[in-house]
């Protein structure tokens, strides 16, 4: 509520910029400017000062139309995570996947090209590298990444791919825009993400979209394992499972419908437009079409995931 005129200790700048970022926790994670205006109640030039401002700032981001929060606003007391009651919600299902599976657990979002570590629910397990709340890394060579890339609209996928050729980590590391493209359409039809070795030699990750109640992906939610503790078909066997219910029970108390494959009706579409047969993942030819094939890194016959 507005102060009234006399409270000269009111900064009526600082309630508005609040006001704007808040919007984003109950109207949805991208609004246009438009619409911004419209559930703030504030007036279209007012916002596009704030929105304007906290860009510069580096608390929001934004394309030709929508605008949307980064996580910098972690850095004004969690004010991004809070507002989508995001950490409390997947804590307990974090540590289930942990003492399940054994396994450390941890949920990353986008911040530019890097999946950035939000919160990590730790095993006794010791892998070389040491990965902390906050830890940036690349998103083309790691599976949260890639689940979380595969959650952009076409537009920004294609700005992103544009990048590359991407640095080789390791001997496995896919770094071109097809095999990127290839890998990316194969997470969104099936649901989920996995790496082998490709950010760290000995490493293999899976991960799995976390979705809000408009069906954005805002998450990814993964755990890394030893390449020498569990082989491929291992881990699709007795991790996957666990951490594919995890996701969908987080998405489900964020008020996400609950979609079989995790963006069934967005990669329907998607593959229909690429090679007319829905359901089916996809790699891009020489010519640069899109054929049907099956995931190279899923195993022949898929175990059942429980549900």
Not at 51 to 62: C, D, F, I, N, P
Not at 241 to 267: F, K, M, N, Y
Request: proline fraction near 6%.
């Amino acid at each position: 509520m507005p102060k009234p005129p006399e409270d000269k200790d009111h900064v009526q700048s600082l309630e508005r910029g609040l006001s704007v970022i808040l919007a984003f926790a109950d109207h949805g994670p991208r609004m246009t400017l438009s619409r911004t205006a419209q559930v703030t109640g504030l007036s279209r030039p007012t916002v596009r000062r704030v929105l304007l401002t906290l860009e510069r700032l580096g608390y929001v981001r934004s394309d030709d139309r929508d605008f949307a929060l980064t996580p910098q606003v972690l850095a004004l007391g969690h004010a991004y995570l809070s507002s989508l009651n995001l950490t409390q919600v997947a804590q307990p299902h974090m540590e289930r996947v942990t003492e399940t599976t054994g396994h450390t657990c941890s949920l990353s979002v986008l911040d530019g090209d890097d999946a950035v570590f939000v919160t990590r629910v730790p095993s006794r397990q010791v892998l070389r590298h040491t990965l902390t709340t906050g830890t940036r890394l690349p998103a083309y060579a790691t599976s949260m990444g890639r689940v979380l890339l595969a959650g952009l609209p076409d537009h920004e996928l294609s700005t992103y791919l544009a990048k590359a050729p991407f640095p080789r980590l390791t001997a496995h590391t896919r770094v071109t825009a097809d095999e990127l493209a290839s890998e990316l359409t194969n997470t969104r039809v099936r649901g989920w993400a996995f790496v082998d070795q490709e950010f760290e030699e000995g490493v293999r990750s899976l991960s799995t979209p976390v979705r809000d109640s408009h069906g954005a992906t805002i998450a990814s939610l993964s755990t890394s394992i030893a390449a020498s503790e569990l082989d491929v078909d291992e881990i699709h066997r007795h991790v996957r499972p666990v951490l594919v219910d995890a996701a969908a029970a987080i998405s489900t108390e964020l008020g996400a419908d609950r979609v079989s494959g995790g963006w069934a009706r967005h990669a329907a579409g998607l593959v229909r437009r690429k090679t007319g047969t829905p359901g089916a993942a996809a790699s891009r030819s020489s010519s640069g079409e899109f054929l049907s094939m099956p995931s190279k890194n899923a195993p022949t016959s898929q175990p059942h995931l429980r549900r």
